[in-house]
Nanobody, 128 residues
Framework: QVQLVESGGGLVHAEDSLRLSCAASGRTFSRYAMGWFRQAPGNEREFVAAVTWTGGVTYYADSVKGRFTISRDNAKNTVYLQMNVLKPEDTAVYYC?????????????????????WGQGTQVTVSS
């Protein structure tokens, strides 16, 4: 079992940066692929970024590619989402997720139904 706790959200201006963190409990964190998703009011939860259990492969939604960077530190049981050049449309609750993926590829990693464990979310608000 993995428990996830996100932090680092807040209110920022457009073009500012934020770094989200997701701390995981459990000794098997390094076996899990990790993902970040977000949900704005009235919208479905959407994929943002994901990283394989080794950290060697990353996936990004087109809307954040080149601005966001996902990384993980297995020694600290933590995954990060560095968000640069934030836009008002990035405003959402950001969720961290963990899954034991048996399949590779963007389609698999971007599907929220392939993740078994979720954090409670952290609010990110970007003002124009």
């Amino acid at each position: 079992q993995v428990q996830l706790v996100e932090s680092g959200g807040g209110l920022v201006h457009a073009e500012d940066s934020l770094r989200l963190s997701c701390a995981a409990s459990g000794r098997t964190f390094s076996r899990y692929a990790m993902g970040w998703f977000r949900q704005a009011p009235g919208n479905e939860r959407e994929f943002v970024a994901a990283v394989t259990w080794t950290g060697g492969v990353t996936y990004y939604a087109d809307s954040v590619k080149g601005r966001f960077t996902i990384s993980r530190d297995n020694a600290k049981n933590t995954v990060y989402l560095q968000m640069n050049v934030l836009k008002p449309e990035d405003t959402a609750v950001y969720y961290c997720a963990a899954g034991l993926h048996q399949t590779s590829g963007f389609a698999h990693y971007s599907d929220r139904y392939n993740y078994d464990h979720w954090g409670q979310g952290t609010q990110v608000t970007v003002s124009s």
